[in-house]
């Protein structure tokens, strides 16, 4: 029997993507939830240390962070609040620019930051890899690659 082609079968193609959402969440809450046990960082923080970790010198202008992480003014005030209390960045003013301020790992915050990610990866081949197998799992980003691209406005 053929199957309705996803462009011209409504429900098949909702049903689809509600797939993907809730496979998306599934992971991403197994994936959080096993970064909160082990190291106390909620999603925020610990996509704030990642970005850190892959930025030059482990340092961003706060303002660009928070954009990249794509949390308010406020909202990202009070995650970087929680980080420095924890001794994990510090805040860092640009000798350049008395405009700018650095969001900046400390000794403390990169050894968190590369525990933490090497553990994500770790999470992530059992979560991820494991059930899809490489090809597949290539191609989910891929796909994944090209909506963000086709669908952001670049």
């Given amino acids: 029997m053929t199957r309705p082609d996803p ?3 409504d429900d098949e193609i909702v049903t689809w993507w509600g797939l993907v959402i809730e496979g998306y969440l599934a992971t ?3 994936l959080m939830g096993e970064i909160a046990d082990r190291f106390g960082l909620a999603p925020a923080s610990f ?3 990642l970005r850190l970790v892959r930025s030059p010198d482990n340092r961003m202008p706060m303002t660009r962070l928070a954009g990249e992480a794509a949390l308010s003014s406020g909202g990202f005030t009070k ?8 001794d994990l960045i510090c805040r ?12 900046v790992l400390t000794d ?10 090497r553990a994500c990866a770790e999470i992530l081949r059992k ?5 899809l197998g490489t090809a ?3 191609s989910l980003a891929d796909a994944m690659r090209t909506l963000r691209t086709h669908n952001s406005g670049a």
């Fill in 7 to 9: 462009c011209t079968d």
């Fill in 28 to 30: 991403q809450n197994k």
């Fill in 47 to 49: 996509d704030i240390l």
């Fill in 79 to 86: 995650v970087a609040d929680r980080l420095v209390a924890a």
């Fill in 92 to 103: 860092v003013p640009s000798p350049d620019d008395r405009r700018v301020t650095y969001a």
């Fill in 108 to 117: 403390h915050g990169l050894s968190v930051a590369l525990e933490a990610r």
């Fill in 127 to 131: 979560i991820v890899l494991t059930p």
């Fill in 136 to 138: 597949a799992s290539t």
